[in-house]
């Protein structure tokens, strides 16, 4: 538990004041009921006498529940959530139109988009990110299905892939107020950020380019290629950023190993699945890979991205637990003091 006001500690020093303050009286009371005894019978007896050092202890509890909230308490609060952007990064590429896959390796990679997003959980939003020659975002988040499998249906091939570029604009509609530039990524993934701020926290943290490896947010980002890049940033500078900032990448490879022989802008070439680039990606930011889309890839998929979409972790201010909590040791003290005392006693 951190506290937002440690500057506040002195608050403190109010619990044992007050209770040698309350000594002190009850000092004077006891010098004054010996001196009178039929001044107070009732109080002087065993039972009275047990009930009011009760009463005390639940106010001293209920003074320093409050000195502990005037520190503003915060806590790392695992919840339950559903709130999370799932980035959908397509490569668009010419080589996207290669037969090594039946049909076609785009219509797999389109078939598994719009799969997705029938399986896409409630409260969950997702966004389109295209691959090309640039990166380019052909759908900003949003929960309304219809409306990310028209963009989907939408989107057509074109040359060059900057697969790079189009991870770093994902994260940067992740993070919409961390300034990423995915054209300085070229530079080194430090590049891509803002200056550091050490008195950054949470998600502050995050953008301010420290590493949150190990500590992942619920938002992902979900990457349909050939693993083949032709421009742009090195993909794996991209990954190294995302893990950065906490976000898994899952790669989905579509595609053979023995690849295609295609002719591209008047070139002959030979298209082929760069798995291992894929796998090193989605290892670098603890995300999982897949290739040959397949029903049950698919649904390895599903299961691993509700799995993450359902817990979060979160620093949270408590100070209103501990506001509630003395309020109710104060009443509950009340209400005893009227019972027994038939007046607010300590």
Avoid at 49 to 56: A, F, I, K, T
């Amino acid at each position: 538990m951190n506290f937002l006001w440690p500057d506040a500690v002195m608050a403190a020093a109010l619990v044992p004041a007050f209770l040698a303050f309350y000594l002190l009286i009850e000092r004077r009371h006891r010098r004054v009921v010996l001196r009178h005894p039929g001044l107070n019978p009732a109080g002087s007896r065993t039972s009275a006498v047990s009930r009011r050092w009760l009463l005390l202890g639940m106010f001293l509890i209920s003074l320093t529940t409050l000195a502990i909230a005037l520190l503003r308490p915060s806590a790392l609060i695992t919840e339950l959530t559903r709130h999370a952007t799932i980035m959908l990064v397509m490569d668009v590429s010419a080589s996207m139109g290669a037969k090594d896959v039946q049909p076609d390796r785009w219509s797999v990679a389109r078939a598994a988009a719009r799969s997705l997003v029938d399986r896409l959980p409630d409260g969950v939003r997702m966004g389109i990110v295209t691959a090309g020659g640039n990166a380019v975002t052909a759908l900003d988040p949003t929960g309304r299905r219809e409306e990310i499998l028209a963009a989907i249906d939408r989107i057509e091939l074109q040359q060059g892939t900057a697969i790079g570029s189009a991870l770093a604009l994902a994260l940067a509609v992740i993070f919409p107020d961390a300034s990423i530039d995915p054209s300085a990524l070229i530079f080194g993934r430090d590049a891509a950020l803002p200056p550091r701020n050490p008195e950054s926290q949470g998600r502050g943290a995050a953008t301010a380019g420290h590493s949150l490896a190990g500590s992942h947010r619920p938002d992902a980002i979900v990457l349909i290629t050939d693993g083949q890049t032709t421009s742009g940033p090195d993909p794996m500078e991209a990954a190294r950023l995302a893990a950065d900032l906490g976000v898994r990448v899952h790669t989905i490879g579509v595609g053979t190993a023995a690849g295609e022989l295609m002719r591209i802008d008047g070139w002959s070439m030979r298209v082929r699945l760069d798995e291992a680039l894929l796998k090193r990606m989605a290892a670098t930011t603890r995300g999982e890979h897949f290739v040959a889309v397949t029903p049950e890839n698919l649904e390895r998929i599903y299961r691993s991205l509700s799995a993450q979409l359902v817990i979060e972790q979160r620093r949270t201010e408590i100070t209103a637990v501990f506001c509630i909590a003395a309020a109710v040791l104060t009443l509950v003290s009340t209400a005893l003091s009227m019972l027994w005392f038939k007046r607010v006693l300590l």
